[in-house]
């Protein structure tokens, strides 16, 4: 079966770290772009941060910028989210896709994960 398995969410205080990773499942992401997309409760699923096959194309949406950091080690088959100085608006189940090719902008999304949770309160 073709997935990825995300991990690291949690209850943590506004200011505060989490680092999310993406670990692939029955297929190799080397050659891949993959994107984390973030769904709030009662909201569409949003697209934050994005990172081509070989890390050197990354994008990221405006609500994230400059405290999250996409990664990737395709070693260990797995992507990383590390999310810094946190909000109650970042609430909301993390998941990642890969795309249909190998950098962000040509790409459409496939193989979800289940995804983990993320919330942000005092």
């Known amino acids: 079966q073709l997935q990825f398995v995300e991990s690291g969410g949690g209850v943590v205080q506004p200011g505060g770290s989490l680092r999310l990773s993406c670990t692939a499942s029955?297929?190799?992401?080397?050659?891949?772009?993959i994107r984390w997309f973030r769904q709030a409760l009662g909201k569409e699923r949003e697209g934050i941060s994005c990172?081509?096959?070989?890390?050197?194309?990354?994008e990221y949406a405006d609500s994230v910028k400059g405290r999250f950091t996409i990664s990737r080690d395709n070693a260990k088959n797995t992507v990383y989210l590390e999310m810094n100085n946190l909000t109650p608006s970042d609430n909301g189940v993390y998941s990642c896709?890969?795309?249909?090719?190998?950098?962000?902008?040509?790409?459409?999304?496939?193989?979800w994960g289940q995804g983990t949770q993320v919330t942000v309160s005092s």
């Open positions: 896709a890969r795309g249909t090719a190998r950098i962000c902008a040509r790409s459409q999304w496939r193989s």
């Open positions: 029955g297929f190799s992401l080397a050659y891949d772009a």
């Open positions: 990172i081509s096959w070989r890390g050197d194309a990354i």
